[in-house]
């Protein structure tokens, strides 16, 4: 069974940074495109970020140069660090993974609330 734990969201001024983690189990991790979804109240969700297994890394627009997605396939782990937050960054951020034969899987979800 695949698991997905987020960790890390919280609350922190415009222009703060904050540090999402992602730990997986019961999947093989390396093989797996991994990445951070977002939706925000009476918005549809959206790709923020994702690493494909050979460490290929896209951003949405609105967060380039701000966010950096890493991941660590010893751990089995999946970062975003996210810098100069802005308000309309919140959202409850998700972390998931797909497998090689295109399988989704998501993380329970974790808030991010940055307050102007």
């Known amino acids: 069974q695949?698991?997905?734990v987020e960790s890390?969201?919280?609350?922190?001024?415009?222009?703060?940074?904050?540090?999402?983690?992602?730990?997986a189990s019961g999947t093989i991790f390396s093989r797996n495109t991994m990445g951070w979804y977002r939706q925000a109240p009476g918005k549809q969700r959206e790709l923020v970020a994702s690493i494909s297994r050979g460490g290929t890394t896209n951003y949405v627009d609105s967060v380039k140069g701000r966010f950096t997605i890493?991941?660590?396939?010893?751990?089995?782990?999946?970062?975003?660090q996210m810098n100069?937050?802005?308000?309309?960054?919140?959202a409850v951020y998700y972390?998931?993974?797909?497998?090689?034969?295109?399988?989704?899987?998501?993380?329970q979800g974790t808030q991010?609330?940055?307050?102007?």
């Open 2 to 4: 695949v698991q997905l």
């Open 8 to 23: 890390g969201g919280g609350l922190v001024q415009a222009g703060g940074s904050l540090r999402l983690s992602c730990a």
């Open 70 to 80: 890493s991941r660590d396939n010893a751990k089995n782990t999946v970062t975003l």
């Open 84 to 90: 100069s937050l802005k308000p309309e960054d919140t």
């Open 95 to 107: 972390c998931y993974s797909r497998n090689s034969i295109g399988d989704n899987y998501w993380g």
């Open 112 to 116: 991010v609330t940055v307050s102007s």
